[in-house]
């Protein structure tokens, strides 16, 4: 049995989403920027998409949703455009991040950091979370962006935007998320709370890898990233990815439909999964359920290095990972667990299991019985383990 419990990675595309998309390479090839008939026969798909990707985040018509190559894209766009527009000119100097954000942001800080920037790394708590309050504690009169994710992609810890939103308002500074792992399990809006850029990408809910987005509020809008031709409204240039943009569009329409399904069965199944893994003696979840999207698990099981169990999961056809992908060429300690204090053995030992609208109870039955027999096999032949006492104090919660 093969079972993809990976989805915080990538997602399959859906069927529905590969169907429209098929036309778009062989037989409808045009440039929709061109003045012919072959161009006639991609543009009204293009319109279609981009009112569903709109309608899918609540987007005023008047903001500006801009299609980037993927969401790496458009959290560099945000943090290097704000660079060329306050920090260079020295109309301001500093931005906030969380310290968990995803590489794409965290590099992308680091490298303006070394052009001159003053970057504040908000810390988390022993829960993976960020408090609202930090925000506000860090803010200064040079600061031009906080820039903090919606919800993690190891943990699945959900951060206040709502309210970093209203004191990004309240202080005058310009406010993003990363809403990656939200859409799909978290509603969306952002016309309900005060954001001025949002990111996503299509292939985290079930759409085609290598599209992303971001969201500009009106009056917002940043200097481009990549400079060119004038599509996207001349915010960003390159020929459109139409096969990409027909999916996006299909993808995040199924994801809202399927929102009511993700908060309810598949959180459903998720805690029962969460619960039986619990039940092992020794393991530790990290971010607290009702702060957590409804798909994500990142667990410890004591005195077992994550990769080992990846090998023994992996050998029964089970896909689960150690936390983000972008960082999986080096064996290091997961980051978030890192974060969060957890000491050097437990922070090797962190594995994520993430879930989709696809996941079956047959496949989490299977991967139950596979890791309870890893556990079992690979404690005996682990010289930590043995040395380490039964309910050792971790700073870690068990059982939530
Ligand atoms: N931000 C978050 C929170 C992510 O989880 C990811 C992908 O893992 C990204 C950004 C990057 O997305 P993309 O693959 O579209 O560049």
Redesign the pocket.
């Known amino acids: 049995m093969k079972v993809y419990l990976d989805n915080?990675?990538?997602t399959i595309v859906d069927p529905n989403v590969f169907e429209v998309m098929e036309p778009f390479f062989v037989q409808k090839y045009g440039n929709p920027n061109s003045l012919h008939a072959f161009a006639g026969e991609t543009h009204p798909h293009i319109k279609t998409a981009m009112t569903k990707i709109y309608a899918g985040i609540n987007a005023n018509t008047k903001d500006s949703v801009v299609i980037t190559?993927?969401?790496?894209?458009?959290?560099n766009w945000v943090l290097k455009s704000i660079y060329f527009e306050y920090i260079l000119t020295g109309k301001k100097n500093h931005i906030i991040i969380s310290e968990v954000?995803?590489?794409?942001?965290m590099a992308t800080a680091r490298f303006i950091e070394s052009m001159g920037c003053k970057v504040t790394y908000l810390p988390i708590n022993s829960e993976g979370l960020i408090t609202a309050q930090s925000v506000r504690d860090s803010i200064t009169s040079k600061t031009a962006l906080v820039s903090v994710?919606w919800?993690?992609?190891e943990t699945g810890a959900i951060f206040p935007v709502e309210e970093i939103g209203q004191i990004c308002e309240e202080h005058n500074v310009l406010f993003h998320t990363?809403a990656?792992?939200a859409i799909g399990k978290l509603p969306v809006n952002v016309q309900s709370f005060n954001v001025d850029y949002l990111?996503f990408?299509?292939?985290?809910f079930h759409g085609p890898?290598?599209?992303?987005a971001l969201f500009m509020k009106k009056g917002k809008e940043l200097i481009p990233l990549l400079h060119g031709g004038s599509q996207m409204g001349g915010y960003r240039s390159g020929t459109l990815n139409v096969p990409g943009i027909v999916g996006m569009g299909k993808a995040i329409e199924q994801a809202v439909d399927a929102l009511d399904f993700e908060m309810s069965e598949i959180r459903e199944m998720r805690d029962d999964f969460e619960d039986a893994l619990l039940e092992i003696p020794d393991t530790f979840v990290v971010t607290p359920r009702r702060n957590r999207t409804p798909n994500t698990i990142l667990i410890s099981f004591r005195g077992i290095e994550g990769e080992s169990m990846l090998w023994d999961l992996n050998r029964e056809g089970i896909a689960a990972s150690t936390g983000?992908?972008?960082a999986s060429e080096d064996l290091e300690a997961n980051s978030v667990m890192e974060a969060i204090g957890a000491d050097e053995d437990l922070a090797h030992t962190a594995i994520r299991f993430s879930l989709s609208r696809y996941t079956t109870q047959e496949e989490l039955d299977h991967t139950l019985e596979v890791v309870k027999k890893a556990v079992t096999r690979l404690r005996e032949i682990s010289s930590s383990y043995a040395y380490t006492p039964e309910g050792h104090e971790s700073g870690l919660t068990a059982g939530h």
Do not use: L, R, W, Y
Not at 69 to 74: D, N, P
Not at 101 to 105: A, D, G, L, V
Not at 201 to 204: D, E, F, N, T, Y
Not at 209 to 212: A, H, P, Q, S, T
């Open positions: 915080n990675a990538t190559s993927c969401a790496t894209e458009s959290n954000e995803h590489p794409s942001i994710m919800a993690n992609n990363d990656v792992q990111t990408s299509a292939h985290k890898k290598g599209v992303g983000s992908a972008c």
